[in-house]
């Protein structure tokens, strides 16, 4: 069984994808053990909440320095010991300690095709915001392994998503959650528990069985 912990910021609709996926037997051989927000009022320690896990706050609001509530997040993380950590819209950047204490151990969904539009300043409507000016007609959701820079790991899954006239960087946003997000993360995270994920050499995913239908 993974033991997944899951870290979140905001609305919580990705862990809620995954806690559904989880009831619905589309993620098989996982349970979800901690969810751990940085901010006290995010809406999924409510979601985790009515699903029975007690979410816990860790913020950097509550320390002197980065580099100490660094410190305290790898301790706590390290204490949890979780077969998978996984950043559903989390907004604090990872510390470097925590990427090399949990190698290929942590994913991130990021709503857009990396590497378009991602890297630093490329969160929330950022994102949708940089595909409408630009013009591209398509655009999609990644789920990656976390490494040391921005957006930067090894690529587990991705959708493609239309963009349609007349959209807005929220209808954009909402349609790739939709359409994209919630369907590759719970669709990762079961490929992981599975044992159909590797990273080879060149640091390139590959997916037992071939990609699969998402
Ligand atoms: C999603 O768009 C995700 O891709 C991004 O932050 C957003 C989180 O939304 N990293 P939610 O909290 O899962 O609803």
Redo the contacts with the bound molecule.
């Keep these: 069984m993974l033991n997944v912990t899951v870290l979140?910021?905001?609305?919580?609709?990705?862990?809620q994808a995954i806690m559904d996926a989880i009831d619905a037997g589309e993620i098989q051989n996982a349970r979800i053990t901690h969810v751990i927000s940085n901010n006290p009022r995010a809406y999924?320690l409510e979601r985790a909440a009515k699903a029975g896990i007690q979410g816990e706050v860790l913020s950097p609001k509550s320390y002197d320095s980065r580099a100490e509530f660094n410190e305290a997040f790898l301790a706590r993380l390290q204490e949890i010991n979780p077969d998978l950590i996984v950043l559903?819209?989390f907004l604090v950047v990872i510390p470097e300690a925590v990427v090399k204490a949990f190698p290929y151990k942590l994913v991130?969904?990021?709503?857009s095709l990396i590497p378009s539009f991602c890297g630093t300043g490329f969160?929330?409507l950022h994102v949708h915001e940089g595909v409408l000016s630009r013009g591209v007609k398509v655009t999609g959701?990644t789920v990656h392994f976390v490494d040391e820079g921005t957006d930067t790991g090894p690529i587990i899954l991705q959708k493609a998503v239309y963009v349609q006239e007349g959209d807005t960087p929220e209808i954009l946003?909402r349609r790739?959650?939709e359409e994209a997000?919630w369907k590759i993360l719970p669709k990762a995270i079961d490929l992981i528990a599975a044992g159909k994920v590797s990273v080879d050499e060149n640091r390139i995913v590959h997916i037992a069985g071939g990609y699969p239908s998402v």
């Design positions: 979140v910021s905001g609305g919580g609709t990705n862990l999924a559903a819209g991130n969904i990021h709503p969160y929330g959701a946003q790739v959650m997000e």
